[in-house]
């Protein structure tokens, strides 16, 4: 079996909302990471809060700044197992935010 990350995506531009909107989006990635654990796929996760640093180099000096205004950003991610890419997308199928305009990202992990 080989690990995958599932990258949740989403439109940063609906942020911040309705405290009662979050906890049902928090609530159903709760439920959905407690599914994968009793399938025993689910290796770990967890949400990815939007405030963070940019480090690049710029002239040969690096350069820390806040994370630029982006639409979209990474709000959460997935550590799963699987046999191969084409089962990690169909795990990943299964989010249950698509609803919310969630986007998901499945990159196998590793070399």
Not at 74 to 81: A, R
Not at 83 to 95: F, G, T, Y
Not at 98 to 111: H, K, T
Request: hydrophobic share 40%.
């Amino acid at each position: 079996m080989a690990q995958f990350i599932l990258l949740i995506r989403e439109d940063l531009s609906k942020y911040p909302m309705q405290k009662d909107q979050l906890d049902k989006i928090i609530q159903a990635h709760m439920k959905w990471a407690h599914e994968l654990s009793e399938r025993g796929i689910f290796k770990s996760g967890n949400g990815i809060a939007s405030d963070g640093r940019l480090i690049e180099m710029i002239n040969g000096d690096l350069i820390v700044e806040p994370i630029r205004d982006v639409r979209e950003g990474v709000g959460g991610y997935y550590i799963v197992e699987a046999r191969d890419l084409q089962a990690a997308v169909e795990i990943a199928k299964e989010c249950p935010t698509y609803i919310d305009g969630d986007l998901v990202e499945v990159r196998p992990l590793g070399s």
